[in-house]
């Protein structure tokens, strides 16, 4: 194992100084003092860039980790600004669990990886091994040093030990999970978000005076245990690491790491076998674009209500909770009331998180739109116009499962909270809901058609639709320093969405031909 990590590390820094010399010799006074291969030759040059990588990545390293507890400070000052303690160990725990799911090592990517296994032929188990046990290692001692500076008292140690044997649990959870469906969980986006915001709800627990106590990791770290053994043996027997790293570090993925993301959503919306047959009743009576836009729907099912299904069931349990919590303890009445009644401009970014515009708009081009494209009929301007009225109809539904889920549930939260004298609230906020998830729906089809960002190897490629993306983040996150009445709120959000529509239908018709094309 040591000869493993002495290998590897030579590797990577070897990659790092050629790397290093690359990009200095790039700059045009430098290429002019280093003419040649020279640097490359000179010991003395290869000695300092060493170090210096050596310095960068330890530096690098103390400030993440430095940064990450920084943040659990911040966080349980705000929450629990009389007892830090409680505050820290409790969102330390809640940040590890997510870790524990989402920050796994072994089916990442890396040029380290790929320089290795793929090109050096590096046995894989071995070098999995070797990188797993090394990186466990310097977080358990980095945590326990961190946390013991906040918090001087052996008894932070329960808790980087539960980060240790979580960690293996992890990564195993991860492996499994890969097998089944050939995608990390990081890139499992649905599962991702149903996680981050259980998560961020049991980080406001200390707020209701609960918190997760040494005692219980204490006790959590006695079930880990035999369970963390139990993953690292299934972790071992796991014969084709070779053949999973070759798979993830292909050489795009490996040295364009940036661009791992788009290749795990690709296998997100790559259609199954069984989901190519399509039962022919669905199909009876339909014609021209509203048969094409059936065939694409029945066949992507899955893909696209697998996400709606999701977000609709985290709706239902976390209305269903606040409704329980507002029966058993009164004193949280008057804010979820006040909450309701003039904060409702909230629900514009929980909208925006909710719908799956972008995972959709990826779908119709990765199975459908890239091979279209090809044809001039298919970028005719009434072409484009009648299939983006199906597909605005298809997404809208889709969205509205977990909308529905809202507009039902918030006026029986209202209710429960202590109601309101305004009548009408009970009707504009369902409305509202609806209308907000019909513009986000009519939004993400407009910038797909407007600035197609994907190119033939179906990597995003273009600067504006992201910027619009973020863009369209910012702005919905800017209103929830809005106050206004919650019904004419509402009704500002239907007018809009009737108004975006409309300018949505014209603008498509006229600049989509010119616009919707392969990169």
């Known amino acids: 194992m040591i000869n493993i990590l002495k290998m590897s590390f030579k590797i990577d820094i070897t990659y790092a100084i050629n790397s290093f010399i690359y990009n200095i010799k ?5 290429k002019d003092l280093f003419p040649g291969n020279g640097l490359y030759k000179s010991e003395r040059a290869k ?4 170090i210096l990588a050596l310095i960068l990545s330890t530096a690098r390293m103390i400030a993440f980790k430095v940064l990450y507890f920084w943040i659990i400070y911040l966080i349980a000052s705000a929450l629990t600004p009389k007892d830090i303690t409680t505050g820290i160990l409790h969102i330390y725990f809640i940040f590890t669990i997510f870790g524990i799911f989402f920050n796994n090592k072994v089916l990442t990517t890396s040029t380290k990886k790929y320089f290795s296994i793929v090109l050096f032929n590096m046995n894989a188990k071995q070098f999995m091994r070797a990188t797993l046990w090394t990186e466990a290692l310097i977080n358990l001692i980095t945590h326990s040093i961190c946390l013991l500076f906040l918090i001087p008292n052996p008894i932070v140690l329960l808790f980087t030990t539960f980060g240790f044997l979580g960690r293996l649990i992890g990564e195993r959870l991860n492996l499994l999970h890969y097998n089944k469906y050939k995608i990390a969980l990081t890139y499992n986006y649905p599962l991702y978000w149903t996680i981050l915001i259980i998560s961020f ?3 406001l627990l200390p707020l209701l005076k609960i918190a997760i106590t040494p005692i219980v990791v204490g006790i959590i770290d006695i079930i880990f245990l035999p369970l963390a053994i139990i993953s690292y043996i299934g972790l071992m027997k796991i014969n084709n690491y070779k053949l999973i790293y070759k798979r993830l570090n292909t050489k795009v993925a490996a040295l364009n790491s940036n661009q791992a993301k788009d290749y795990s959503r690709q296998a997100m919306v790559d259609i199954k076998d069984k989901d190519k047959k399509i039962d022919e009743r669905k199909l009876k009576g339909k014609k021209g674009y509203d048969l094409f836009n059936t065939i694409f729907f029945e066949r ?3 893909i696209l209500l697998r996400s709606a299904k999701w977000f609709a069931t985290i709706a239902f349990f976390v209305i269903l909770g606040l409704g329980i919590l507002t029966l058993i303890m009164p004193e949280m009445k008057p804010k979820l009331n006040d909450f309701l009644l003039n904060n409702i401009s909230w629900f514009v970014i929980i909208m925006y998180f909710i719908n799956r515009g972008s995972i959709i708009t990826q779908a119709m081009f990765y199975n459908c739109d890239h091979s279209m494209l090809t044809f001039n009929f298919y970028r005719n301007p009434k072409v484009i116009l009648n299939v983006f009225k199906t597909r605005v109809l298809t997404v809208s539904k889709v969205n509205l ?3 529905l889920i809202l507009a039902i549930g ?5 209710y429960l909270s202590g109601g309101t004298t305004n009548i009408l609230d009970y009707i504009s906020i369902p409305i509202f809901i609806i209308a907000l998830s019909t513009f986000f729906s009519i939004h993400y089809l407009v ?3 407007l600035f197609q960002p994907y190119d033939k190897n179906m990597a995003m490629k273009s600067v504006t639709y992201s910027l619009i993306s973020a863009g369209t983040y910012l702005l919905a996150y800017a209103f929830t320093d809005f106050r206004m009445s919650t019904t004419a709120f509402s009704l500002l959000a239907i007018l809009a969405t009737v108004l975006y529509s409309v300018i949505a239908l014209v603008v498509v018709y006229k600049k989509a031909p010119v616009t919707f094309k392969i990169k």
């Open 300 to 302: 992507h099912k899955e």
């Open 447 to 449: 910038i797909y058609y």
């Open 47 to 50: 000695a300092f860039v060493r």
């Open 401 to 403: 499962i977990p909308a």
């Open 26 to 30: 790039r700059f045009p006074i430098l």
């Open 201 to 203: 709800g049991i980080c």
């Open 410 to 414: 918030i006026p029986i939260l209202l």
